[in-house]
């Protein structure tokens, strides 16, 4: 049974809901549509990590908050409590993770923010949870055009709003870079190189395959394939700049809302972008947040 | 015994066929036909795999259709029923292999297309089996680039159709790229690097041969051969572009078809290019495909 | 428990104090805002050496100045009395820790220094103690620029005041290259080279990362990064040597001061920026000092 | 006792030839100085291989037919009677077979051949056995050229006869490559480059010779060699195109004789390029010829 | 105890000492100064040697002469007495040695040459003992450079005196060559490459740290290094060129000196380099040799 | 003991004489003076080749012909008695090792040829045995000149007698490439390059020092190396046409005089180049010989 399809990932859940006193909130299918890109091992992780939560929340059912929490968990690791930010770090983390999540829901192409927050997870001081709309084993060009461009929105945020920049961006760059590069030397989306795979794929795995991959090509390729790699990061930056700009207003917004509640659903995500206030809550805990990320889960070759 | 050769592989087919039931259908000689390229564990793995089938469907002989669906299993692993593609990706995949189908029926040089299917196997959402004619040991230059360009055809029909492209064509980039660069580097069969052979291929065998090869020449010629191997792809990439423009109504009228059949026979696909309708046929299962991918089965050095 | 957070630190030490006989004087509250960057391991072995330095010097109880001493140790390894410089390298060293301490003082965005000697420690002949103003996880451009712009310091000031340079600066410019080559390569902090990630992170580990992971563009943007580490470090110094210029008179007051005691706090240094003049002392021991060094201690990614 | 000298491989043939029944018309002589090149193995395998066919052709002695099959068994493989050749592919082997051996007979300098085939054997659909005049040791830029000039001749006969070209030269140009690099980098036989040896010979063995040994001279001289290499080619590849399109009718008086009798020994060759007719002779089977090679048994260092 | 402080020597040789007869002449503080770059178990060593020494010459007590033999033991090897060099020989090596040896004197930043001799040890014909003035542990610029430029002296005196040079200055060439790269690359001592460290230090460790080290930089900034450390060699050439065209006569005094007595002391060669001639002295024994050899004691990071 | 001076070897052959019925004609003195270069080992085989060899011919003491000839065993390999040159050949090898031969006597700096021989040892078609005047441990500029001139003489001659050349120099060219690079990137004997150490010996011993040592200089200055090499290439090669086209009536006498004896000893190539007859002797043994070697046994360094 493969975990690519949803159908294959309702499977597995049910083997792994055996026995197990699953509460009247939980719903299987919703489990199995929240879990693309998950292997077998992840999925019988979060069925075990839900039973440990409701355990220790000493539930007798495994209710869907702590399914949706062990998703979590699987994905970002354990939330850090003990992580004390300073009030600017908190202003910053909200307002990067926020740009990421805004150029989400802006761009029709990218794959929608699910959840966002500055409780710190694992080494991430925040995050957003963005899933593909659908199980999808093809990526347009411009989906991972708009991918990228939610990448780069943290960092734009950040100018845009403090006019500084900070090393929190760094690891959305590398996925940024990434992308970009694999345009460019796989999936042939560069006019400038052709439709040609740069560097073979089945080549000896000695060092593993990225070391000798990258080598079949001349040092002239090599500049081509890096000048084309800029130009899409130097388009995709300026189109979440451009956009970003334009909905500074709604940014501030999401960025407020964060520091107050520290999560956003993807619902009220579209109410601040709708530009109406969300309804009071009950007030967040006074939590702390680590670094800045955006975490992507997407099934397959991009 | 070899398999190279039609009579080796009827001879090792016989071995295999011995003390089995054989249906009165299933016609060796036309199973060794059908098989090159295949080797000695291939045409083992076939015939147990169909001695499988036929128990599964409660048959008392292996009968021809047990066979053709042991071929397929061999070349492109089992099918993949659980796989639900949406509608786009459904169309994507039926225009991608019928723009690799319908160029291998076009093209005169090319191995010519002996059914191809939107029914996904393996890792693949699609695939085109297509066989030379005969069996061959040495390829021509006019054979070569039919190829590339077939193998071009999917991708140049994604973006006749939807104006938009997708990562499904990284695998057949990289075949056709590296049989450009045979082509220049060991067929001698570029003008501009001339009839030589450039990285050896008798070298010390460490971390694989490709690895150290392809270091007994200059950058510059490194260079020469990049731009050589760019020429003949995007050479061949026109060529696919201005034929499939061309048939772009035999084009719709083979997606259609295999929207609705999921699969389609040689002869098939000639009454569509031929301008003719299918006769009426039992309505394909409602069926998923994944990837997009196409299968040649070409014997020997090409 | 992690030691990235003051809560954690404390909670660790709390551990290791247990059943250990603390003065009165010691704040584990003090301790544990001294040692961000400390690991697990680190503040187990700052705990152990404090109880063995008390127990040399005869105490009851380990007091504060036990583990100030300890701390030290455990950052800069045991003090070298047996060292005896020449008058020459003394004044020497006195400059250039002189230099590192007065940018710290001055650069509202370095880490400010804790402490400067030039009491040589391990394979320094001297060193300034310097720490982020609290516990930080992303770190600014800004704030990187002045920490580098520290970092040159001691070499500037050789030669605003002797017109001569020595070895003991290779150090620090191993330390302040490293950190220009991350703003352009990870930190996407070049205008010239772009928001982009130089050289994968991720790459196979074989041979250490480093090895395979500057491999991946190509020579001309290895260039365009050399070029672009080079302007950010003669910024840097340029800045040094201003700043250093300006407030000769000011680096002369420190070095004298250092030269008469050997080691300068956070509220002398601060004393000697102002103007003023120490209060009188107890004359420092005739102590000799190794090589020069700036020792930072940041937390976390920069 | 060394094979390198006739003398020596006809004692080591003595001692193989002791306790055999040794036919009246085998002669040990002749069969010395038909084994240029054999090593000691060789030898011992070829008288072998005579014994056993002997044996099963139910002979009573080993006579000279059975030493001629074993000597080319040990240089080309069995034969490989199951491979049928389509017509087109047959007469595209004997071309290019005809192609090297007419070059081989009218260059005086190349080693003339001693029998070509369209007989397959091992992986090769036809080939040439050429043996140098005498036993050499050292050979002169003229004979080599010649003989890359006849290494070549197998593609400019498919050029000039079929106008397309083929994959069936790949070997050829391997073994024309790497004698023409020989010529410029070990034997100082290019004025552009000088009397000089390029890549050292005697250096560290670890990963084979051939990797390291290319490495100590600068890109700029790298790049020299690689056009000397094409200068040469070039020139060999035009002398054989003058002399095959003069000699066209010979070439196809060879190619026919080779579709008519599927071998030729170097006096029919003789007769067929002074224009006469061969006798008619006992009609060859129908047999069929796999891939296109050119065997050269050369002594020594070339 | 360190061996980097004379306190530190000093200590460990009276551990040595404890137990031996010492002579009354023997000085441990004397001993101590002359050992600077000795490790531990060199001084220990040498105190061996001294012993044996002592024993081999039937004497009671380990006196001075035996120390300072067993100090020149364990830098530069055995005294080769079984060299015989041709007058040639002998009169070159005189010169070379020389021209290290006034250099060492006349510049006043070089390491001042102790003793001079052309009595072979070890691999070396003859060789220069030059200790630094005092205990240092960094160096400054123009120390550098006028110890490089007596690197060069050898080399320099055999071009002024012979009009002919030898193999003989290539040990030399390349610790002035390493002394020179370190200046540009580790010690930020080129303006044209400014104060950078270039090839980090802390790299992976696997084929040793040199290997990868320099790889850092792109080839443009390897060039820069290259033209860098040539130009440095170059001034330094020049200049040991100039001084010792200038002091010619006195070269010419220290090499017939050599020669009639083999070895000269520090205050001989102040007397030779005053213009003075040195007291009739014991005519030195008829000793032969070797190669041509600086040998510099220099402490620490240099 | 070392081998490197005449009294150690003197020294090793009394140990390995003890006991040997060394015969009257046969003188220690002598030997040692023949054998610089050897080791120990060298002279221990030397010793026991002698004895041998006059065990098999029948003799009670070991004379002086039989340690020659172990000399020569030692040096160059066994006799191989059954080589058959063709006559061509035989004359080719005569004029190489003729060219050799003329070369070291007319160059006053060669080391002077002590024997040239065109009977067959080891992979050898003939060889000159070179000695250096006296043991030397230092080699001057112009000797070395003189030396790779000689190693050129043996293609040169080729070339002006016959017009035409072989593969047979290869060797010549490896051994006077690598002293022509020598000189430059060790020696510091290129103006062009400075008197700069270019590629660390003491660099990390992996894949042995070669591989790794060329890699510390740029591209630009590899390609300076390469053209100083070709430079003093081009210019002994012009050398050593210029001396041989003037004295190629000598070359023609010494040619003439070896095919007639097969060897030649140091006083009859005086003879011959002094344009006299040599003595009428006794005719050669009809032999044969292999390839073309110059065998130079130079002690130390270069």
């Known amino acids: 049974?493969?975990?690519?399809?949803l159908r294959g990932r309702r499977a597995i859940l049910d083997v792994h809901a055996r026995?197990?006193?699953?509460?009247?909130?939980?719903?299987?299918?919703?489990?199995?549509?929240?879990?693309?890109?998950?292997?077998?091992?992840?999925l019988a992780n979060m069925a075990n990590e839900a039973a440990l939560l409701a355990a220790r929340r000493g539930r007798k059912r495994i209710g869907m908050s702590e399914f949706d929490e062990a998703i979590e968990r699987v994905i970002a690791g354990p939330q850090r409590k003990s992580r004390i930010l300073s009030p600017k770090e908190r202003e910053l983390t909200a307002y990067h993770e926020g740009g990421h999540a805004l150029l989400g829901k802006l761009l029709p192409q990218a794959n929608p923010p699910h959840k966002v927050t500055i409780l710190p997870r694992g080494?991430?001081?925040?995050?957003?949870?963005?899933?593909?709309?659908?199980?999808?084993?093809?990526?347009?060009?411009?989906?991972?055009?708009?991918?990228?461009?939610?990448?780069?929105?943290?960092?734009?945020?950040?100018?845009i709003v403090f006019g500084e920049i900070t090393t929190g961006?760094?690891?959305?760059?590398?996925?940024?870079?990434?992308?970009?590069?694999?345009?460019?030397?796989?999936?042939?989306?560069?006019?400038?190189?052709?439709?040609?795979?740069?560097?073979?794929?089945?080549?000896?795995?000695?060092?593993?395959?990225?070391?000798?991959?990258?080598q079949?090509?001349?040092?002239?390729?090599?500049?081509?394939?890096?000048?084309?790699?800029?130009r899409i990061i130097d388009e995709c930056y300026s189109r979440?700049?451009?956009?970003?700009?334009?909905?500074?207003?709604?940014?501030?917004?999401?960025?407020?809302?964060?520091?107050?509640?520290?999560?956003?659903?993807?619902d009220e995500l579209d109410t601040l972008v709708a530009g109406q206030l969300l309804r009071p809550d009950l007030p967040a805990l006074a939590s702390s947040a680590p670094s800045l990320e955006q975490i992507t889960v997407t099934p397959g070759s991009a």
Request: aromatic letters at 6%.
């Open 1 to 5: 049974m493969t975990t690519r399809t």
């Open 19 to 42: 026995g197990k006193p699953i509460g009247d909130d939980a719903n299987l299918d919703v489990l199995a549509r929240r879990t693309p890109g998950f292997s077998g091992a992840d």
């Open 123 to 159: 080494m991430a001081l925040g995050y957003v949870i963005a899933l593909p709309q659908e199980d999808k084993y093809t990526v347009t060009q411009s989906e991972i055009l708009a991918n990228i461009t939610v990448m780069l929105g943290g960092r734009v945020a950040e100018e």
């Open 169 to 214: 961006a760094a690891n959305d760059f590398e996925n940024a870079t990434d992308l970009a590069r694999k345009m460019v030397t796989e999936f042939g989306m560069s006019d400038k190189l052709g439709p040609l795979a740069l560097g073979t794929k089945h080549g000896p795995v000695f060092l593993g395959r990225d070391l000798f991959e990258s």
């Open 216 to 230: 079949n090509y001349s040092d002239e390729i090599a500049y081509e394939i890096d000048k084309e790699v800029r």
């Open 240 to 266: 979440a700049r451009a956009v970003l700009t334009e909905h500074k207003e709604t940014l501030d917004r999401i960025a407020k809302a964060l520091l107050e509640r520290e999560s956003l659903q993807s």
